[in-house]
């Protein structure tokens, strides 16, 4: 089936090289914002690799045949430099609030970007355009971020919330 602007797989990688595109913008700010610091460091780690993952769906996407939808990439560069500019408590308290809220989202980025390893691995590992990229690496990649987003946002919300027991 066709639909606007491309078929099912042009219209799902486009909407995932969008997200990336934000998602490294989102990461390399983070690493600035929190520089010096242990956010800062893990996190500008972190965005080298999301940015090396998304040139690995730009190499997907050049050896499928996709072209790039610049509408979409527009908007996915603008929702997060609009976020930025939104009247939203949480802007003010960068290192509370803000750091948590921004880890968080970033895990959700690279939720959906593991999803889209495992789904391309699911329906195109065999496709030999695909050849020489290692989609159950990248998977493994997006997994040990996660790990690593997670343990981040633990400290992000004992620093924001305080430290609490149960039991």
């Not at 078929?7 to 010096?36: F, M």
């Not at 921004?102 to 355009?129: C, F, H, M, N, Y």
């Not at 690593?148 to 149960?166: I, Y």
């Amino acid at each position: 089936m066709r639909l606007i602007g491309g078929d099912r797989l042009s219209t799902y990688l486009n909407d995932h090289l969008a997200g990336a595109t934000a998602g490294v913008d989102l990461a390399r700010r983070i690493a600035r914002d929190n520089e010096g610091n242990a956010y800062g460091a893990e996190v500008a780690e972190i965005a080298g690799e999301i940015a090396a993952d998304r040139a690995a769906l730009e190499a997907v996407m050049e050896r499928l045949g996709v072209r790039r939808d610049h509408l979409r990439m527009l908007a996915g560069w603008g929702m997060e430099k609009a976020r930025r500019v939104l009247p939203v408590p949480w802007l003010l308290d960068r290192h509370a609030l803000g750091r948590l809220e921004e880890v968080e989202a970033l895990i959700l980025g690279v939720t959906g970007k593991l999803s889209l390893w495992v789904s391309l691995g699911e329906t195109r590992g065999g496709d030999p355009r695909l050849d020489g990229i290692d989609v159950t690496e990248l998977a493994d990649r997006a997994r040990s971020q996660l790990e690593r987003l997670g343990e981040l946002r633990t400290r992000a919300a004992a620093d924001t919330f305080g430290v609490t027991r149960s039991g």
